[in-house]
């Protein structure tokens, strides 16, 4: 893995940004893009920018000053300097085609969010799973230290609303993207590796070049910087022991007693988890937050360190800030109950997200049953871990499959979410579980099973997260009750 892809090379020095001039940003409603579009509005750049649908975030980029268009057409490119794209732009892309013939400057969004780092001492949190919340507890946690972090996560922070801001400290923590590689490019002084796992072989090929990409992306740490890496993940440790080989100043967090940052002695209750936390200074502190799941107590303590030993806070003020982080969008979200029937959204789309999504359901349920509409995302993975996808909601009670969810790749013969349900039924022979290849059934189905009692996720990246919302209305329709949902 040496930092480049078919199309950009993320270990070249990026342009500053006050040489971009006019930037336009293709799909810019993406998580990640619009990420970078506020940053850039923020810092007093002329941006513009396509999608193929409207959105809220659409509207919301627009009241930020951008200048905003629904479709594409080669037209919106006309007068620009620099386009902004994600890998999952293809070339055929009119707008592309035309800033490729027009030889103009195009940035992959790794590349442009680079560019308004400036002089930030730059945080960046990476890892299969658990990167997006890590990134949003230590942005919280700073900012309950009066830091006024920069940031740029993959997801809204519930209680601001927001995906990215430019804050007037001189931290910047931004989400790194393994899925292409361009984690790279950030160059960071605290770099987070939260677990290393054989996702996005449709760019890699093998779980060894996952590994070496890890491997080049600790050693893009500056001189002097610091790489934070789970203990309990076999991936992270691995890295984290060849980076201290080599020299590097390492900190591990983790359950492992052999940990720098040493976790103990978990409480559950209800929504809350606590835990003891020991650091490099051998004192025992509490550790306290308010969303459900034992792998959150981890995304805690790694947001916890590198606020204290990475970046000097006061550990009193950083504990008191992850106590009130209060969840990012679409990682385990409330949406609403009707006929005593709970909704919850989630993200999860790879089989380590989604087992630990399902876990943390089956410990909140209850007495009630656990039922959850899975949606595959992207034939490859589907295709890749369809047994690692069922080894992961085998714990539920009730499955519901959608069809796969495409995203950037076309359709491949013979995979599709019966692949997961087959796959299902070998790892648990009485497992109920149904595909149901019509997204606009899948609501009225599920409504349909649910119990008083319930607890119903909706799991997926992509727009399995509509179906909650529907499945409300239809459990109030149908019961005559008020949806409740949010």
Same mark, same amino acid.
């Given at each position: 893995?040496?930092?480049?892809?078919?199309?950009?090379?993320?270990?070249?020095?990026?342009?500053?940004?006050?040489?971009?001039?006019?930037?336009?940003?293709?799909?810019?409603?993406?998580?990640?893009?619009?990420?970078?579009?506020?940053?850039?509005?923020?810092?007093?750049?002329?941006? !513009?920018?396509?999608?193929?649908? &409207?959105?809220?975030?659409?509207?919301?980029?627009?009241?930020?000053?951008?200048?905003?268009?629904?479709?594409?057409?080669?037209?919106?490119?006309?007068?620009?300097?620099?386009?902004?794209? !994600?890998?999952?732009?293809?070339?055929?892309?009119?707008?592309?085609?035309?800033?490729?013939?027009?030889?103009?400057?195009?940035?992959?969004?790794?590349?442009?969010?680079?560019?308004?780092?400036?002089? !930030?001492?730059?945080?960046?949190?990476?890892?299969?799973?658990?990167?997006?919340?890590?990134?949003?507890?230590?942005?919280?946690?700073?900012?309950?230290?009066?830091?006024?972090?920069?940031?740029?996560?993959?997801?809204?922070?519930?209680?601001? #609303?927001?995906?990215?801001?430019?804050?007037?400290?001189?931290?910047?923590?931004?989400?790194?993207?393994?899925?292409?590689? !361009?984690?790279?490019?950030?160059?960071?002084?605290?770099?987070?590796?939260?677990?290393?796992?054989?996702?996005?072989?449709?760019?890699?090929?093998?779980?060894?070049?996952?590994? &070496?990409?890890?491997?080049?992306?600790?050693?893009?740490?500056?001189?002097?910087?610091?790489?934070?890496?789970? &203990?309990?993940?076999?991936? *992270?440790?691995?890295?984290?022991?060849?980076?201290? *080989?080599?020299?590097?100043?390492?900190?591990?967090?983790?359950?492992?007693?052999?940990?720098?940052?040493?976790?103990?002695?978990?409480?559950?209750?209800?929504?809350?988890?606590?835990?003891?936390?020991?650091?490099?200074?051998?004192?025992?502190?509490?550790?306290?937050?308010?969303?459900?799941?034992?792998?959150?107590?981890?995304?805690?303590?790694?947001?916890?360190?590198?606020?204290?030993?990475?970046?000097? &806070?006061?550990?009193?003020?950083?504990?008191?800030?992850?106590?009130?982080?209060?969840?990012?969008?679409?990682?385990?979200?409330?949406?609403?109950?009707?006929?005593?029937? *709970?909704?919850?959204?989630?993200?999860?789309?790879?089989? #380590?997200?989604?087992?630990?999504?399902?876990?943390?359901?089956?410990?909140?349920?209850?007495?009630?049953?656990?039922?959850?509409?899975?949606?595959?995302?992207?034939?490859?993975?589907?295709?890749?871990?369809?047994?690692?996808?069922?080894?992961?909601?085998?714990?539920?009670?009730?499955?519901?499959?959608?069809?796969?969810?495409?995203?950037?790749?076309?359709?491949?013969?013979?995979?599709?979410?019966?692949?997961?349900?087959?796959?299902?039924?070998?790892?648990?022979?009485?497992?109920?579980?149904?595909?149901?290849?019509?997204? *606009?059934?899948?609501?009225?189905?599920?409504?349909?099973?649910?119990?008083?009692?319930?607890?119903?996720?909706?799991?997926?990246?992509?727009?399995?997260?509509?179906?909650?919302?529907?499945?409300?209305?239809?459990?109030?329709?149908?019961?005559?009750?008020?949806?409740?949902?949010?």
């Amino acid at each position: 893995m040496n930092g480049s892809n078919d199309r950009f090379d993320f270990t070249a020095p990026v342009p500053p940004l006050g040489e971009l001039g006019a930037v336009h940003f293709i799909a810019i409603g993406g998580a990640g893009m619009s990420g970078v579009a506020r940053v850039m509005l923020a810092r007093g750049c002329a941006v !513009s920018g396509s999608d193929a649908k &409207q959105s809220p975030v659409l509207a919301a980029l627009a009241a930020e000053g951008a200048e905003v268009h629904v479709g594409h057409d080669a037209a919106y490119v006309e007068g620009k300097d620099t386009i902004v794209v !994600s890998s999952a732009i293809r070339e055929s892309n009119v707008e592309l085609a035309a800033a490729r013939a027009a030889g103009l400057r195009v940035l992959h969004r790794a590349q442009a969010l680079a560019s308004t780092m400036a002089d !930030s001492r730059r945080v960046a949190i990476a890892g299969a799973n658990g990167k997006t919340t890590t990134t949003s507890m230590l942005t919280v946690a700073l900012q309950h230290c009066g830091v006024d972090p920069s940031f740029a996560a993959g997801g809204e922070l519930a209680k601001h #609303g927001t995906n990215a801001h430019w804050g007037t400290g001189d931290v910047f923590v931004a989400e790194a993207d393994e899925s292409d590689g !361009s984690f790279l490019v950030y160059r960071p002084e605290v770099a987070v590796v939260t677990n290393v796992q054989p996702d996005h072989l449709d760019f890699y090929g093998t779980f060894e070049r996952v590994r &070496q990409a890890y491997a080049a992306f600790a050693g893009s740490i500056v001189e002097g910087g610091l790489l934070v890496a789970c &203990q309990d993940d076999e991936g *992270s440790r691995e890295l984290a022991q060849a980076a201290r *080989s080599a020299g590097a100043r390492v900190l591990t967090y983790g359950w492992s007693p052999e940990s720098d940052v040493v976790l103990r002695d978990e409480v559950f209750r209800g929504l809350m988890g606590r835990v003891t936390v020991t650091g490099p200074d051998g004192v025992d502190r509490v550790l306290r937050i308010n969303i459900p799941g034992r792998h959150n107590l981890l995304n805690a303590a790694a947001a916890y360190t590198v606020a204290v030993d990475g970046l000097g &806070q006061d550990p009193t003020r950083v504990l008191d800030g992850l106590f009130g982080f209060t969840g990012t969008r679409r990682r385990f979200e409330p949406k609403g109950s009707a006929a005593g029937v *709970s909704v919850v959204d989630d993200y999860a789309h790879n089989p #380590g997200k989604v087992a630990a999504v399902v876990g943390t359901g089956a410990d909140l349920v209850g007495d009630g049953r656990l039922v959850v509409v899975f949606q595959p995302h992207l034939y490859s993975r589907t295709r890749d871990f369809a047994r690692e996808f069922a080894v992961a909601l085998a714990p539920a009670d009730v499955v519901v499959l959608m069809e796969v969810y495409a995203a950037r790749e076309d359709p491949m013969p013979g995979v599709s979410s019966q692949l997961v349900a087959d796959a299902l039924r070998e790892v648990r022979p009485d497992a109920d579980v149904t595909v149901v290849p019509s997204w *606009s059934a899948v609501a009225g189905h599920v409504a349909a099973l649910a119990r008083e009692g319930d607890l119903v996720l909706t799991v997926g990246a992509g727009d399995v997260t509509m179906i909650g919302p529907e499945v409300l209305r239809a459990l109030g329709a149908e019961r005559g009750q008020d949806d409740g949902s949010a």
